[in-house]
């Protein structure tokens, strides 16, 4: 099986673009590739989703509550904008950094913040709609770059806008497409 097929077109565009740049000369090695990949794609944005889409489905009948104001969604922002700067400079290994860099402040905000523990329905509904916020930024701001972008945001139940200035507008979540990649090395667990 070939890597287009073993890993998917976007993927290995993602990959790539993280660890070359544009340009770049690489040692492809197919177990290296998959562990990065079962890393960024599966573990971080994968499981940060499915965790939001989850918790959405059975809390929120599936609505995704309005964002509370807070320090995160500025984050994403300022993330947002460091990402444009790289592309625009063509430093695609720059704007894919940012974007995990991201995504893990939301997955930190989560832990953190651990909303589905939180008994006060309106404070984790704000928890929630604050994370699938700074979520949603992060893939619009890596359109170009991310090519798993419109899966991810329209399983967030994300009205896809893939334009630098906007941010999404939030819907319902799709609780069947919560798997944005699957992992590809097998554990020892």
Known sequence: MGPVARFGNAALEFYFLKTVGLGGGLNYDEAEVARALDGDLANNI?????????????????????????ALNDVAHGGACRIRG???????AR??????????????????????????????????GEAVEALSITPNAAWPLLGL????LRTLGVRVAPRWDLAPEPGL????????????????W
Do not use: H, M
């Open 86 to 92: 790289a592309l625009e400079s063509f430093e695609t």
């Open 95 to 128: 704007a894919a950094r940012q974007v995990l860099s991201n995504l893990a402040r939301v997955n930190t905000f989560l832990q953190q913040q651990a909303p589905w523990r939180v008994v006060e329905r309106e404070r984790a509904a704000a928890i929630l």
């Open 46 to 70: 994968g499981n940060l989703v499915s965790r939001i889409v989850k918790l959405a489905a059975r809390r929120y009948a599936r609505v995704v509550p309005p964002a509370g104001s807070g």
């Open 173 to 188: 979540v799709d609780p069947d497409r919560w798997r944005i990649y699957a992992r590809r090395v097998e554990s020892a």
């Open 149 to 152: 972008a419109e899966r991810g």
